[in-house]
């Protein structure tokens, strides 16, 4: 027995022996592709040295003698750090993914070569002036060093990832840097989706009117009013029993566009001139919005040109400084959501299906036959339309199968695609602009996803524009590009698109104050109404109280309210909602669900809406919201209830305030009883109590809403393997809510509702009173490869609301650096 016990003794030492052994082979493999900040590498392309200096967060400040050797120094910089989230998006781009990931991501591939996103940016190169198209073939000279050096110096294959997947790179071009910007307007356009639903919903809906309370127009006047539109059936004449009522195919979590409803674009940025700012200095601060991953698309850095410095953050694929500043001028963004989609309903020729209608009878499809290569599956072949409008989106996607008559097929026009998208070139003139003239001069060139500018500048002045093309529609749309519409119709077509002058611009307010929440910017009617869906109407009334409360602003002022955690909507909502429940009846004995609800409205009645991680009132409010609304629009619309997830606060306001006499969602269609809203909010609030309870305990008190509010960073690829999912994925409790400054949107799906999975990956403050006490701060970490401490070191700063330095001055950087890269020329 003895002698039997010691060989399993020593088995078992070998075994953990070997797994040992293989972890720290995998570990020291892995590890090389963790790029040595401190090396000197000699590479071709450059006119002369170049230093790329880390200072303590793994910012890269580039020094250069050119301003094409500091873009082939940022291009290197990207690729040391994000090579595989660069790879992914021109994969994505390309409609490739297939090849690699397999069957899950073909309907991506399907969408992509069908919007044929790549072959427009290549041919935008053409379109850009020689400026632009410099500096992006320096930056894809500086990406292929890199990618030279990893092979000739055995560096990991440049990202741990490329372990696991064919390691073959093509060059880096610039129009792949073209493609990543395509990439970031897919990711922002929504309002296509939007024409889906309202469709939908008037496909559902007995009594229209219940479309203005569930999608209903932002507060303002000047709007056409919904009941002046035609039910979407009317339009072709067809029942609306005979369309397609299946559900469209899931999407995967690498799907570019899967944000979900009201997460194609949102974001934060205000301004103030010096008259309003306590150290006369202008003052910017800039939060854009995105869907939560590891790392996060955004990259800090620092460029010196010829023109002088310029910081802030960058997309890895593009050299572009996104929102920033230099020592005269700072930008900031939010999406406009300016409605530059539209989808048309095509007729097919009943004698010829290779045929649609147009305004002047059959016209022939353009069509090409493309072949999408699938891992361990067989090839795909794809055969692709286009008409007049747009090409045609087959009805997998974004739901259009559910509503496309029989003998139609859906198409696709969006500014996007175009073979001028010159969009990346204002991101290169805001680098070197000195002047709000410049600024705004600079926007004219950009194209498509539209976007709010806000600039600031060091002389006191500030403005907000409204970049990107607006279609030029006929006044006689008949939808007014709220739903689908004919494709045959002359008035339904886009004339091309308008001028830039008449994009919205506000410039050195009154005030001394700008600011946008992705709020409604303008009132004017339609077709230059810019849009009828926005993306917020409650976060703007809690930034015009902050900015209101103070005569003069500082920097300090302006970070407290980019981390504000109070909901405009929660303290607008819950007294309408729990106002016949507050404070009524006897107490109720404990352990009875009525004692439950007892204390649940008592917590509630105390709360001042702000959703601090650390306590149980905002859980409580946001699954009563969230039950209550369920309860409210399931019985009438069914299975399109699971479109509206997420809180829909002006639908609620309407329902309690019996808006055009809303209250009737309150009443229970199938039942005999005629219910209250009393009713209704009582009920909703005892299921959603008791479903809390199942999931966190019965002491109310120590529920927390940061335990069911964790942002969650999650790798687009790995991030889904239990093996490696605890290694790549990065998970933090946080406060805020979707209606808060302090953004972080929740995706209201099933098991875990109210995780963070959309917020602001960047924060950035500018005070030119004090240009270097500027501040900001990514999601993550600067490094992409899960190896490294600089791959979520930032994360921890960015949810307690802190911040790093900003700063142009040299010194300061290659004091605390980390590492100095220097590349040489090769001789």
Known sequence: MSVLLRWLVRLVALAVALLVCVVLAVWWIGGRSIPDYGATWTVPGLTAPVEIVRDTAAVPHIFGATDHDVYFGLGLAHAQDRLWQMLTLRRTAQGRLSELFGEPTLQIDDLLRRLDVYALSSASVDALDPETVAALQAYSDGVNAWLGLVGSEALGRGAPELFLFEPEIAPWRPADSVAVSFMMALQLAGHHEEEVLRARLSLALDDPAGLADLLPDAPGGGVAELASLPAYPDLFETPASRFAQAAAAPRHPLHPHAQGRGRAGASNVWAATPARAAASGTLLANDPHLGLTAPTIWYLARLELQAGGVIGATIPGMPVILAGRNDRLAWGITSAYLDDIDLYVEELNPENPEQYRTPDGWAEFRTDRRVIEVADSAPVTITRRWTENGPVIPGVHYDFGTITPPGHVMSMAWT????????IQTGL???????????????????????NLMLASADGRIAMQVIGHMPWRMTAHQTQARMPSPGWIADNRWQGVTQYFANPSFVDPETGILGNTNNRTVDRAFPLHVSFTWGDTQRITRLSRLMEAREVHTRDSFIEAQLDTVSAAARNILPLVARDLWFTGETAPDGTPERRRQRALALLAEWNGEMNEHLPEPLIYAAWMRELQQRLIRDEIGPLADEFLQVEPIFLERVFRDIGGASRWCNIVQSTATETCTDIARMALDDALQWLEERYGRDLASWRWGAAHEARHDHPVLGNTRLLSWIVNIRQPTSGGDFTLNR??????????????????????????DPDSSVFVIATGQSGNPLS????????????GEYIPMSLDPNLARAGNIGITRLVPVP
Do not use: C, K
């Open 789 to 800: 401490r600089h791959y979520d070191d930032l994360g921890e700063l960015w949810r307690r």
């Open 416 to 423: 996007a695609l175009t073979e001028d998208n010159t969009s």
């Open 744 to 769: 972080a949107a929740t995706p209201g799906t099933m098991p875990d509702p109210f995780l963070n999975t959309h917020s602001a990956g960047y924060r950035g403050v500018y005070d030119f009173a």
């Open 429 to 451: 003139r805001l680098m070197t602009a000195s002047t709000i003239e410049e600024g705004l001069a600079a926007g004219e060139d950009f194209v498509a996803p539209a976007q």
